[in-house]
C-alpha cells in the first residue's frame, strides 16, 4: 500500500470537511466530506486548483489571511467559528519535511457542549 492512497484513506474517513489550501491560497486537496458539502450541497462546483475565497464571503478574505499570519507565528491551530450546521470550524498549519509552511487546512468538528 502506497503512503498517498493511506493519507487519502484517512482523510477520507474522517466524518467532517477537511480541505487544504497553500500559500497562494489555492485549494490543494478536499477529502470526500469537503466535497459534498461545497460542491454537492452548496453548489460551487468543481473547487480544487481555485482560489479558498470562492468559497467565503468577500469579508472573510482579510480574516482568513490574517489568521494564516497568526498560526505562522505561533504554529498552533485557530478556532475560526462555528457553521451554520453547528460544527466548529479550525485551521491548522501545515509544513512541509524541511519545516517550512506549505499551507493550511481547514477542518470542521461537531460543536458539542460540555
Known amino acids: 500500500m502506497q503512503e498517498l492512497e493511506i493519507m487519502s484513506g484517512i482523510l ?8 487544504f489550501v497553500d500559500n497562494d491560497y489555492i485549494i490543494r486537496y478536499m477529502n470526500k466530506n469537503a466535497r459534498y458539502y461545497y460542491c454537492d450541497e452548496r453548489g460551487y462546483g468543481e473547487l480544487i486548483g481555485k ?3 470562492d468559497c467565503h464571503r468577500p469579508e472573510s478574505a482579510e480574516l482568513i489571511k490574517e489568521y494564516y499570519k497568526e498560526i505562522q507565528r505561533h504554529g498552533k491551530e485557530i478556532f475560526v467559528n462555528v457553521s451554520i450546521r453547528n460544527q466548529r470550524v479550525y485551521m ?3 509544513r512541509n519535511d524541511k519545516g517550512e509552511w506549505i499551507g493550511f487546512f481547514e477542518r470542521f468538528e461537531l460543536n458539542v457542549e460540555k
Open 12 to 19: 477520507n474517513s474522517y466524518p467532517y470537511p477537511i480541505v
Open 51 to 53: 482560489s479558498i475565497f
Open 92 to 94: 491548522q498549519g501545515v
